[in-house]
């Protein structure tokens, strides 16, 4: 008998997640050194942490023989009061990807709907799947969530509905009036997930606390792979209601947020100058990134994250050409084939994509 013939089918048709290329291997691929090789493809930060980040990790190594606080518990009281919520309404994960999973033990069964935008953040489709749900996928005219056309979308079967804002990979952005109106109108029968990984990037996020308060069924996801500068870490957060959060914490695994990561999120989030100076680099990236776009002749979608999504045409052979010249971006699925993603990197990565990407228009359209 097969090994396979013994898996649960649903994992032999599951569609597997391609992460961003990593240096070391497209270094491998091209002959090149690592450090000749730019990566503005995961939309990571790349200033870094914060200098207090990297030093608490670093005191961290000191006690890697012990598990980590498995409760969170210094973190999540430095949570509770940088949202000025209760030490209750947060639940940690192993990145925020592990809290939409969390959300799929918690909330679905096969045969449930989830309902997302066709070019939303790719893992509620997946995770859907793994479940056994079916992922129902919203039309996104413009590459914009479209609110009205996802409450049209749902129906009896549905149970969880995503919105990523900024949301990855068009970057663009839906408004806290709409958002507010939109979740005021689901059925009792929804949760609505609220995913918040560039929420930083803005000067004034939508804040739906008050959504929470009134008892609407709503999860709001962080991360401190983005803004924070800890993708390696793996750790993230959901906030929302006691109870919410309480069957969340019911399906995680007892110690799923490292200690090291426990302890440089802790420093990460007291240094709010740092995050303040990278959201305004940040900011001057988007501009030199766009004005070098438009040079260019490349249309792109206006971002309000850390990366631009362009329309270059033919995003699969341009992503090829630029690891040639050392640079990764990111192509995009067969509905986005035009596209290409590029994450903002520092000015001088910025130069030097802006550089190849030239180079590599000129060799793509010969
Ligand atoms: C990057 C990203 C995340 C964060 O993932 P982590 O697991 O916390 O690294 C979540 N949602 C969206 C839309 C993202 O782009």
Redesign the pocket.
């Known amino acids: 008998m097969k090994l396979s013939q013994l898996a649960n089918p649903r994992i032999l048709k599951q569609p597997v997640y391609e992460p961003g290329k990593p240096i070391e291997e497209v270094a491998r691929d091209h002959g090149l050194q690592p450090d000749q090789v730019c990566k503005l493809a995961?939309?990571e930060n790349p200033w870094g942490p914060s200098a207090l980040a990297k030093r608490a990790a670093g005191e961290a190594l000191e006690q890697l023989h012990l598990y980590p606080d498995g409760s969170g518990h210094l973190l999540i009281s430095q949570l509770a009061s940088h949202h000025s919520l209760q030490e209750d309404q947060f639940i940690l994960?192993?990145?925020?990807?592990?809290i939409?999973e969390l959300l799929g033990h918690v909330f679905l069964e096969p045969g449930d709907e989830v309902v997302c935008g066709e070019f939303?953040?790719v893992?509620y489709k997946l995770v859907a799947l793994l479940m056994g749900a079916k992922p129902v996928e919203v039309e996104m005219p413009c590459l914009v969530h479209d609110l009205s056309k996802m409450s049209e979308a749902i129906t009896e079967k549905t149970k969880l509905v995503f919105l990523?804002s900024p949301?990855?990979p068009t970057g663009s952005a839906n408004s806290e009036a709409e958002i507010f109106e939109f979740v005021r109108s689901l059925p009792e029968h929804i949760i609505f997930c609220f995913?918040e990984?560039?929420a930083e990037y803005l000067d004034q996020p939508p804040d739906l606390r008050p959504l929470i308060d009134e008892g609407r069924k709503v999860i709001c996801?962080r991360?401190?792979?983005?803004i924070h500068g800890l993708?390696a870490l793996?750790?993230?957060y959901g906030y929302g209601s006691k109870e919410m959060i309480r069957l969340l914490q019911q399906a995680r695994q007892p110690f799923n947020v490292n200690a090291v990561a426990q302890s440089a999120a802790l420093a990460a989030l007291s240094d709010k100058e740092w995050v303040l100076r990278c959201r305004s680099w940040n900011r001057a990236g988007l501009e030199q990134l766009s004005i070098g776009f438009k040079k260019l002749g490349i249309e792109y979608i206006p971002s309000h994250a850390n990366f631009i999504l362009t329309k270059p045409g033919d995003g699969r052979s341009l992503f090829l050409e630029l690891q040639k010249q050392g640079v990764i971006t990111r192509a995009l699925g067969p509905t986005l084939a035009d596209y290409l993603r590029i994450s903002v990197g520092t000015e001088e990565e910025n130069i030097r994509l802006l550089s190849a990407l030239e180079q590599a228009l000129s060799v793509c359209r010969a």
């Open positions: 995961s939309n994960g192993n990145g925020s990807n592990e939409i939303a953040f893992v990523p949301n990855n995913d990984a560039y996801l991360t401190f792979s983005k993708a793996r750790i993230g």
